[in-house]
């Protein structure tokens, strides 16, 4: 657990020491205090809020307003951990200008430190422009969930070697263009392994193996408060889903029965 505030320099500073990052997703304040709580290195306000809150089937339906609206009540609950913003689908890749008003609204409104953007090459001057504004970038390449309709899918990127080395390549343009770390998500893990030791600034792995400097999940993943599916990269560390359906199941039963509310419960 640490009591310091952690920046942006703090990510290159773990992976020259070999010390790895954690990072996890936080949509609501109850659930950002409890990671920033535990010492958490960096928080990451995800597109995935469409469908672990929102009940959408897809990333790409969620817009900047509600990205805005979550990123808000994340930021009260975050004191130490670094908060990166998630730019959703068509926030950035129409323009460089449409990136740097968008990025800015999460610093701006949402008190965001960074935000995220998929892609490798193509998004490039969207990086740099978003950069120029004073904001960082945490690239984000291989599965890109944004890009499911192009790629065919949610399955596993770089299997081949023409792909291989496309994403190495654009893993190592996104560090030439500024970021300061990249995520790194369903590839190989000797893939992930080639990359990590192609690059200066740190990768965040999310179903790419041991090697990367870092790992980033869904917490609602983790922790079992999602359970429309499980990703086969995803460890469950509780179930917590379970323990709230038995609270509802006996709050109904009580509520039915005559036994609540009782004395105890009562004025």
Request: charged share 25%; aromatic share 8%.
């Amino acid at each position: 657990m640490t009591n310091s505030k952690i920046t942006v320099l703090d990510f290159k500073r773990k992976k020259e020491k070999r010390s790895k990052i954690s990072m996890l997703t936080a949509y609501d304040y109850p659930m950002a205090r409890l990671i920033d709580s535990a010492g958490v290195d960096a928080v990451l306000v995800g597109d995935s809020v469409g469908m672990v809150m929102l009940g959408y089937d897809s990333t790409i339906y969620v817009t900047m307003d509600e990205m805005i609206h979550h990123a808000k009540a994340v930021r009260k609950g975050v004191k130490n951990a670094f908060l990166i913003g998630d730019m959703p689908f068509m926030s950035y890749q129409a323009s460089d200008e449409d990136a740097i008003r968008n990025a800015g609204r999460f610093v701006k409104e949402a008190g965001c430190e960074a935000v995220k953007v998929e892609g490798g090459m193509d998004v490039v001057s969207r990086v740099k422009a978003i950069l120029f504004s004073g904001i960082p970038v945490l690239g984000h390449l291989g599965l890109t969930p944004q890009s499911v309709n192009k790629i065919g899918g949610y399955k596993v990127q770089g299997k081949d070697a023409a792909s291989a080395a496309k994403l190495i390549d654009d893993a190592v343009e996104l560090e030439k263009a500024g970021c300061f770390g990249v995520v790194l998500e369903c590839i190989p893990a000797n893939l992930a392994k080639r990359i990590q030791n192609k690059l200066s600034i740190p990768t965040i792995g999310i179903g790419a193996g041991v090697h990367c400097d870092g790992q980033v999940l869904v917490t609602h993943d983790i922790i079992g408060y999602f359970d429309k599916f499980v990703p086969k990269f995803t460890k469950r560390y509780a179930d917590v889903g379970t323990i709230v359906s038995k609270a509802i199941e006996d709050f109904k039963t009580d509520v039915e029965s005559g036994s609540f509310p009782d004395e105890d419960h009562s004025f």
